[in-house]
C-alpha cells in the first residue's frame, strides 16, 4: 500500500495530560518545543475521563474534553498556538474500551437501569447469555469489597430516591446502579394502604400518585425485542420520571411517604434488628434489576462483559458497529476535519474485533484517499512478526523500534557467562519458554478464567451443531483452549470470515502443535479447535454455523492478546531478571543483543514498508526509560565486575533477609531484581561524575528509597510469586521494605554503599554515552521519532506512577537557551562532555539532529538507507550509515559498547578509542552538525578517530 497523504510528522513530542497539567500548560510550552525542533506536540488523552484519572484511558464521554484538562477555550488557544509556530497535533484515543462503574458513564449507567432494552447495551460487549443461569439477562458488577450477603446486612448499600428527577438509584460509595424503572412499584406501594388512609381514597393526589405507579408497572419489560415496545420504554420511563419529580415537588406529603419507604428498604425502620431480614425487600429489589451486584474477585471466574485486560472498571465497546463507531468518533473526526488534529494514536486495536475494518472506517471517515490521516497503531510485534501490510495505518507506535535499538547496546557475548550467573545466584533455572507458557496458562485459567468459559460455552454450540464433534465435553474444549492460548506465539491472529493470511496460519498452526504435546486431550478435539480458529470447512454449512465459527474464530483473536499481554510483559517480565534492560514492552528477554547488520537490515526493511512508522525510546507504558535501559545494558560488557559485586552484596546484606513462612525474604531472584533497579533507576545528584561521591542530603535519600519502595511492591504483585494485587502478603511485602530500608539507613557510610556507589558510577557514566547513541539513532533511522515529555535530558524514571512525575521544564528550557545563545560563537561540543550530569549533552544531541530533520525534511521522510563499511579494530564498535535523496547527503556515526571504547573514565574520542577503524564514506565534503569539524572525503576509507575527536558521534551533512 502506498503511505503518502497524510501530513507526516517530523518528530513528535508526547505529553501525559491532567488536571495538574493542563491545555493552558502546553500552549506555554509550544515556544520551547518550537525552538527543539519538534513539529508536533503528542497528547495522551483528553476526552472526558474519570475525575481524578492520571492517565486518561478510562474515558466516559468520547464527546467532551476532559473538563480537568482544561475549557473549549483553554483547547482553543492552544490549537492556535500550536499554528501560530507551524506545529501540529497527535492524539491518543481509546477506542476499545470506556470508563465504568462510578457515576459518571451515561451509557454505561443506561445499560445499568435497562438492561438489553437499553438504546446502549449494543455498545458494550457483554454476554446476556452466559452459562451460570442466574446471570441471564444480566450484567455482573465485582464492585463490592466483600461478599454481597454481609455487605448487605451492613447497610453500606442504600437506595437513595432523587426527588428533583424522579428516579431511584442504590448507591455505594461512588458507585451508582440505577433502579429499573418498571421495578419502582415495588418500592412505591410498599406502604399504600398507611398513604391512603392519610390522605383519603379519592384525594386527588393520592390518585395521581396511583396513576403513576400503575405506569410505571405497566412498562415494557427490559427484555422485550420489539422495537415499538423498546421504542414505548425509552420515551415514557423519562416521561413517569419526570412526573414523579412534579408530583413530589407539588406533594410534600407524597414526598414525604416516598422517603419514608425508601428508608424502610434502607433498613432504617425495620420490626427485627436480623440482618436477613432487616434488608430483605432491598435484596428482593436488588435481584429484580439488569445488574447482579458482587464482590470484586468473583470477577476472575464469573464476569460477563469485555474488559481491558483485568480491569473492572474499563469495558469493552464494540466497535464493529457502525453505531458504536461514530457515537465514539463524533468529536474526534470534527476536530480532524476542522484541522485541529493531524493524527491519531490507536490504543490497544489488539483488543477490537477486527482491528482491519476499524483502521478502514476511520480513513473512509476523514477522506477518500485511503491514507488520508496519519495513524499509528500501538501494535506489539513479536520479533519474527510483521504489521498486516493491508492495514490503512502508517505503522506502530515504536515498541518494536525500542527494542530493536537497545539490542544494539547489549553484548551478545555475555548471555552465556550471564545467565549461568543468574541462575547460580537466584537458583531460578526454568527456561524463559517454559516460564512464558506457565506464567500465560495461569492468567487464562485464573486471571481471565471468566473470558475463557465465556469460549468455551461457545465452542460447545458449535461443536454440538455435527454429530461428529457433539461428543466433545466442555472440559476437554476448555483444556483445550486454555492450552492453545498459553502455547500461541504472537499476541493475536488477525482471521476474519472473508481472509487468512499464511502468516497468521502458521501461527494458529504452531501453537496448535505445541499444544497437543503439554495436553492430555483427544486430538480430534485440536482438529477441531484448528478448524474452527482458521475458519475452514465451512463449505455447505448453514449461515448459522458459518457465522458461530467466524464469531468465535474472532472472539479468540480478542483474547489471546490480554493473554499475552498480563502473562509476558505484566508478569513473566517481573519474574525472569537476568537482564532487566531486555524486559520491555514488545520486547523479548530471549533475543540477547542485536548486532549492527541486523539492526541495519530492519531500518532497510522499516524505510520499505512503514517510513512513517513511529520510533519510540521512552513512552507511559515502558517498563523503565530509555535512560535506565542505557544504563543496565552495560551490565552485559561488564558482566565479570558485575557478578563480583553482586556476589559481595549478597554476603553484606545476607543478615537483612528473614524467613516468611518457609521463605527467604527477600528471595534471591527479588534482592537481584532490588541491585539491577538501584544501579538503573539511581540519580545523577546522588553520583559525582567528576571525583568524589557527591553529598546528597538526607532529604534526597529518602525520596529516591520511597520510589524503591513503591516500584518494588508493584514489582513484586505484578510477579504473582510471593505475593500478588489479590493476595497480598503483608509479611512479605514487609519483609522486602525492611530490607531496603535497612540498605539505605546509613547511606554512603554504610558498607554496601561504600561498594555500589563507585561500580554505579562507573555504570552511569558509560550509559549515558549508550543514551546519546541510541538518542541519535532515534531522530536519524527511518520513521518518525517521538520524544517522551522530559527524557530531551537524562531521565532515571522506573514503570508508572514513576514515569509520571512532574517534569522541570524550567531548567530544560534553560539549558535549551544557553545552547541557543552559544551557537552563534560556535558551540565547544568537547566541553559539553565535561558537563554530562546536567543532561545538556542529549539535549544537544537532540537539539541538533531535530534541526537536521527540520533543514532537510524529505532526506528524512523519503531517503534512502544505506549501511556504510566500517573496517578495522574497532569495527564492530561502530553503527554507521547514510540517509540520501538526489543530491543531499546525510552520516550518521554512532558508537556502541563503550565499555571498550571508554574504559577507566576516559572518553571515547580520538585514536585512545578508535585506533585504526575506518569507515567508508561516500566522496564529498561534509560538515559535522555535532562535532563542528569540516572533512573531505575522496572514495577512500577515513579514519574514524579523525571524524570523532571532538565529540563522540558524528552527524555529517554533505555540503553542495
Known amino acids: 500500500m502506498h503511505r503518502q497523504g497524510a501530513r507526516v510528522p517530523r518528530a513528535t513530542y508526547r505529553i501525559q495530560l491532567h488536571r495538574e497539567f493542563t491545555f493552558r500548560d502546553v500552549e506555554a510550552l509550544v515556544p520551547y518545543l518550537h525552538a527543539l525542533g519538534v513539529s508536533h506536540f503528542y497528547a495522551s488523552p483528553y476526552l472526558r475521563a474519570r475525575a481524578g484519572s492520571l492517565h486518561g484511558y478510562d474515558i466516559v464521554d468520547h464527546n467532551a474534553l476532559n473538563p480537568q484538562i482544561g475549557s473549549e477555550a483553554d483547547f482553543a488557544a492552544l490549537v492556535q498556538a500550536l499554528a501560530a509556530h507551524g506545529m501540529g497535533q497527535i492524539l491518543d484515543i481509546v477506542p476499545n474500551h470506556m470508563g465504568v462503574g462510578g457515576n459518571d458513564n451515561g451509557w454505561w449507567l443506561d445499560v445499568l437501569e435497562n438492561g438489553q432494552a437499553s438504546q446502549y447495551a449494543a455498545f458494550f460487549d457483554i454476554d446476556w447469555r452466559p452459562v451460570k443461569d442466574a446471570l441471564r439477562g444480566k450484567v455482573l458488577l465485582p464492585v463490592l469489597g466483600e461478599p454481597y450477603g454481609a455487605l448487605l446486612d451492613s447497610g453500606q448499600l442504600k437506595l437513595v430516591f432523587d426527588a428533583e428527577r424522579g428516579a431511584f438509584r442504590v448507591e455505594y460509595y461512588e458507585h451508582h446502579f440505577p433502579v429499573d424503572p418498571h421495578s419502582y412499584p415495588r418500592v412505591l ?42 421504542e414505548e420504554r425509552r420515551r415514557d420511563k423519562e416521561i413517569h420520571k419526570r412526573r414523579l419529580a412534579a408530583l413530589c415537588e407539588t406533594a410534600p406529603e407524597i414526598r414525604a411517604y416516598v422517603e419514608e419507604v425508601t428508608a424502610r428498604f434502607n433498613g432504617e425502620v425495620a420490626e427485627s434488628d436480623d440482618g436477613a431480614e432487616r434488608y ?21 471466574d464469573e464476569i460477563n462483559y469485555r474488559r481491558f485486560f483485568d480491569i473492572n472498571d474499563l469495558a469493552g465497546l464494540r466497535m464493529e458497529r457502525r453505531e458504536v463507531f461514530e457515537a465514539t468518533h463524533r468529536r474526534i473526526l470534527s476536530m480532524v476535519r476542522e484541522g485541529m488534529l493531524h493524527g491519531l494514536r490507536i490504543d490497544h486495536p489488539d483488543g477490537l474485533f477486527d482491528p482491519a475494518r476499524y483502521y478502514r472506517d476511520l480513513q473512509a471517515a476523514v477522506g477518500e484517499h485511503p491514507l488520508g490521516l496519519y495513524v499509528v497503531a500501538e501494535k506489539i510485534l513479536a520479533v519474527y512478526e510483521h504489521l498486516p501490510e493491508d492495514w490503512p495505518v502508517h505503522g506502530t507506535t515504536g515498541y518494536d523500534f525500542t527494542n530493536l535499538v537497545n539490542g544494539l547496546f547489549v553484548d551478545s557475548a ?8 543468574y541462575e547460580r545466584f537466584t537458583g531460578e533455572r526454568k527456561r524463559f519458554d517454559e516460564l512464558l507458557y506457565e506464567r500465560k496458562k495461569f492468567i487464562a485459567q485464573r486471571v481471565l478464567s471468566s473470558e475463557l468459559t465465556v469460549l468455551t460455552n461457545r465452542l460447545d454450540q458449535i461443536s454440538e451443531a455435527d454429530r461428529y464433534t457433539r461428543d466433545f465435553t466442555q472440559n476437554g474444549l476448555r483444556e483445550a483452549l486454555s492450552e492453545v492460548v498459553a502455547c500461541f506465539p504472537v499476541y493475536r491472529t488477525y482471521v476474519t470470515g472473508e481472509h487468512v493470511a499464511e502468516e497468521d496460519r502458521r501461527y494458529v498452526d504452531w501453537a496448535i502443535s505445541q499444544a497437543r504435546k503439554r495436553a492430555n486431550v483427544d486430538d480430534q478435539i485440536f482438529d477441531f479447535l484448528r478448524a474452527v480458529l482458521l475458519c475452514e470447512g465451512l463449505d455447505g454449512r448453514t449461515p448459522e454455523y458459518r457465522a458461530a465459527v467466524v464469531d468465535f474464530a474472532m472472539r479468540f483473536q480478542q483474547y489471546s492478546a490480554p493473554v499475552m499481554a498480563k502473562g509476558l510483559e505484566d508478569t513473566s517480565f517481573y519474574i525472569y531478571n537476568r537482564l532487566l534492560s531486555l524486559n520491555e514492552v514488545g520486547g523479548d528477554p530471549r533475543r540477547f543483543g542485536v548486532s549492527p547488520a541486523a539492526f541495519h537490515h530492519a531500518n532497510l526493511e522499516r524505510a520499505k514498508r512503514w517510513p512513517s512508522g513511529m520510533l519510540s525510546s521512552s513512552t507511559h507504558d515502558t517498563k523503565r526509560s530509555e535512560d535506565v535501559r542505557a544504563r543496565l545494558n552495560v551490565l552485559s560488557e561488564l558482566h565479570e565486575p558485575w557478578r563480583e559485586h553482586v556476589v559481595r552484596w549478597g554476603k553484606l546484606n545476607r543478615r537483612r533477609r528473614r524467613e516468611v513462612a518457609g521463605v527467604m525474604a527477600p528471595t534471591r531472584n527479588d534482592e537481584y531484581l532490588l541491585y539491577q533497579t538501584l544501579i538503573g533507576a539511581w540519580p545523577l545528584e546522588g553520583l559525582a561524575l567528576d571525583g568524589d561521591l557527591a553529598p546528597w542530603d538526607a532529604a534526597a535519600w529518602e525520596r529516591f528509597r520511597e520510589r524503591v519502595e513503591q516500584y518494588m511492591i508493584k514489582a513484586l504483585r505484578e510477579a504473582k510469586v510471593n505475593t500478588s494485587w489479590i493476595r497480598v502478603n503483608a509479611a512479605y511485602e514487609h519483609a522486602m521494605l525492611e530490607f531496603i530500608r535497612a540498605l539505605f539507613a546509613h547511606r554512603e557510610q554504610a558498607p554496601f554503599f561504600a561498594d555500589f556507589l563507585p561500580f554505579a558510577r562507573r555504570v552511569a557514566r558509560l550509559g549515558m554515552y549508550n543514551s546519546l547513541s541510541q538518542t541519535l539513532l532515534k531522530l536519524t533511522v527511518p520513521g518518525v521519532p517521538d520524544i517522551y515529555q522530559g527524557n530531551e535530558i537524562w531521565d532515571f524514571s522506573l514503570v508508572d506512577p514513576d514515569n509520571r512525575r512532574p517534569v522541570d521544564y524550567e531548567r530544560r528550557r534553560g539549558l535549551l537557551e544557553r545552547l541557543q545563545q552559544g551557537e552563534a560563537a560556535g558551540v565547544d561540543a568537547r566541553a559539553l562532555l565535561d558537563d554530562m550530569a546536567s543532561g545538556v549533552p542529549k539535549l544537544y544531541v537532540t ?12 532526506l528524512f521522510q523519503q531517503g534512502n538507507y544505506e549501511a556504510l563499511e566500517v573496517a578495522g579494530e574497532r ?56 562535532g563542528g569539524g569540516s572533512y573531505v572525503a575522496d572514495g577512500e576509507p577515513v579514519a574514524v578517530a579523525e571524524l570523532l575527536r571532538a565529540f563522540p558521534l558524528g552527524l555529517l551533512t554533505r555540503e553542495p
Do not use: N
Open 189 to 230: 406501594r410498599l406502604r399504600h394502604e398507611q398513604l391512603a388512609e392519610r390522605l383519603g381514597r379519592e384525594h386527588p393526589r393520592l390518585l395521581e400518585f396511583d396513576s403513576l405507579v400503575a405506569a410505571f408497572e405497566h412498562l415494557p419489560e427490559r427484555w422485550r425485542s420489539d422495537p415499538s415496545e423498546l
Open 280 to 300: 430483605g425487600l432491598l435484596h428482593e429489589l436488588l435481584e429484580a434489576q439488569a445488574y447482579r451486584l458482587a464482590h470484586w474477585q468473583v470477577a476472575s
Open 414 to 421: 555475555a548471555e552465556r557467562p550471564l545467565t549461568r550467573f
Open 847 to 858: 537539539w541538533r539532529a531535530l534541526h537536521a530533520r527540520r533543514a532537510h525534511p524529505d
Open 875 to 930: 569495527a564492530a564498535h561502530l553503527c554507521a550509515f547514510a540517509r540520501a535523496l538526489d543530491e543531499a547527503l546525510l552520516v550518521v556515526l554512532v558508537p556502541r559498547l563503550y565499555a571498550t571504547l571508554a574504559p577507566d573514565e576516559t572518553l571515547p574520542l580520538g585514536e585512545t578509542a578508535w585506533g585504526t577503524t575506518t569507515v567508508a564514506l561516500p566522496p564529498g565534503r561534509y560538515h559535522d552538525r555535532l
